[in-house]
């Protein structure tokens, strides 16, 4: 660390958090939209406590980001822990459930293609964050933050069955709205 110039420190503190902090962000938030723009209070704080009083006293870069992100989380929510509690699908046979795991483990060379085209996957995205906050949050920490389905469970205290719905739900309503 030593030598090592301000911006120079950011950068690799910012590409070696990003993950995490993502992470963490989208599990406390209601949206994707929200996490976004904390996401981008968190960096901005972080760059002006290091411009100011440098980065030399700081240990673990990765858990002063987290407790910066933990502030701006509470700050942004007022304090007041701001949850989405979905359904439970527990309506659904052990028959259905497999079906929806058996597609869900398909590969969909249809959908990867379409969403090499930047434009509509963008649209594709804000339509679903739009849609349903929960599921915004589902697919940005699955398909963004590459974290395993169960991990998506277990961050936003969810029934991995839940997830699994949601997620192959909302991929067979995308590709009907979207002629995939």
């Given at each position: ?13 910012y ?50 980001v ?15 822990k ?31 293609d ?54 192959y ?5 995308q590709?009907k709205?979207?002629?995939?």
């Open positions: 660390m030593a030598g090592e110039t301000l911006e120079a420190y950011f950068n690799k503190v590409s070696e958090t990003f993950r995490a902090v993502s992470r963490f962000v989208v599990s406390k938030c209601g949206s994707v939209q929200e996490s976004e723009d904390i996401v981008q209070n968190i960096y901005t704080r972080f760059y002006q406590r290091i411009a100011k009083k440098g980065y030399d006293d700081i240990e673990n870069a990765e858990a002063f987290i407790n910066i992100a933990k502030f701006e989380c509470k700050s942004y929510y007022g304090n007041v701001k949850r989405s509690i979905s359904a439970n699908f527990s309506d659904y046979t052990e028959e259905q459930m497999v079906e929806i795991e058996a597609q869900m483990s398909k590969e969909q060379p249809v959908l990867e379409v969403l090499g085209n930047d434009i509509l996957a963008k649209q594709i995205f804000e339509d679903i964050a739009n849609d349903d906050p929960v599921i915004g949050r589902i697919f940005y920490l699955h398909f963004v933050c590459d974290m395993k389905l169960d991990e998506v469970a277990r961050t936003l205290d969810l029934n991995l069955s839940t997830v699994k719905n949601k997620l739900r909302t991929i067979e309503k590709k709205k979207f002629d995939l």
